[in-house]
């Protein structure tokens, strides 16, 4: 069984600021993490994923995030905020060759 | 490569009536998921296939709801009759399964669905 939870249904930021957007899940088994983007009236995208080796996963547009297996947390950051990140993130978790679990989603709004 | 293709992009029927919503994968895809998604529920998966077969099928809400997927190239949703409470945007995706690895799933534009 795998279940994912994300902090903060809305976060808010000003331009410039650092993003702190968490996830925690929970899963029998070694999981892959990924975080997803989802922009108004877009499908989901792939912002950056973790499956094995380096704990700290580089994705696009800046964002980073870090797998700490001791914390159960795959907890997504960017240094800088810009008013583009505005948008909806889900974090996902699946076992190996299974379903994805998703998060209920984190709005990131990004003030001027 | 084109990405996951849906059509109609919009749809807007009166209840009752029978809607299809199509979906063609990635090439090369093994697995395909569908999912709705709405303000009060968030994105809930409805089934999701793996080599044409369905695997899981508990998110299909009711049996006004069906989904197929004749060959690896094309699914459809089906509802019949459609409610009001059907309307949501409804998403396709696409991914790589196999028995070592996941990979990340590829969204389509999603159909957004309203039914009065």
């Known amino acids: 069984a795998q279940s994912v939870t994300q902090l903060g249904s809305h976060v808010s930021v000003s331009e410039g600021a650092l993003v702190l957007l968490r996830c925690n899940y929970s899963?029998?088994?070694?999981?892959?993490l990924f975080w997803y983007v989802q922009y108004p009236n877009q499908g989901l995208q792939l912002l950056l994923k973790?499956?094995?080796?380096?704990?700290l996963v580089k994705g696009i547009n800046g964002f980073e995030a870090e797998f700490k297996k001791s914390e159960t947390s795959f907890h997504l950051t960017k240094p800088s905020a810009h008013m583009s990140d505005a948008a909806e993130y889900f974090c996902?978790?699946?076992?190996?060759?299974?379903?994805?679990?998703f998060g209920d989603g984190t709005t990131l709004t990004v003030k001027p | 490569d084109a990405g996951v293709i849906q059509s109609p992009r919009h749809e807007v029927t009166e209840m009752g009536q029978e809607v299809t919503l199509r979906c063609k994968p990635i090439?090369?895809?093994?697995?395909l998921f569908w999912y709705r998604q709405t303000m009060m529920r968030g994105l809930e998966l409805l089934i999701y296939?793996?080599?044409?077969?369905?695997?899981?099928d508990s998110g299909m809400p009711e049996d006004r709801f069906s989904a197929k997927m004749p060959n690896a190239s094309f699914s459809t949703l089906k509802i019949q009759p459609s409610e009001p409470r059907d309307s949501a945007v409804y998403f396709c995706?696409?991914?790589?399964?196999?028995?070592?690895?996941?990979?990340?799933?590829?969204f389509g534009p999603g159909t957004r669905l309203t039914v009065t």
């Open positions: 996902a978790v699946s076992p190996r060759a299974g379903k994805s679990t």
């Open positions: 995706a696409s991914s790589l399964l196999s028995l070592r690895e996941n990979y990340e799933q590829y």
């Open positions: 973790y499956t094995t080796g380096a704990t």
């Open positions: 899963s029998s088994v070694p999981p892959y």
């Open positions: 296939f793996n080599n044409n077969v369905p695997i899981d």
């Open positions: 090439s090369g895809h093994n697995s």
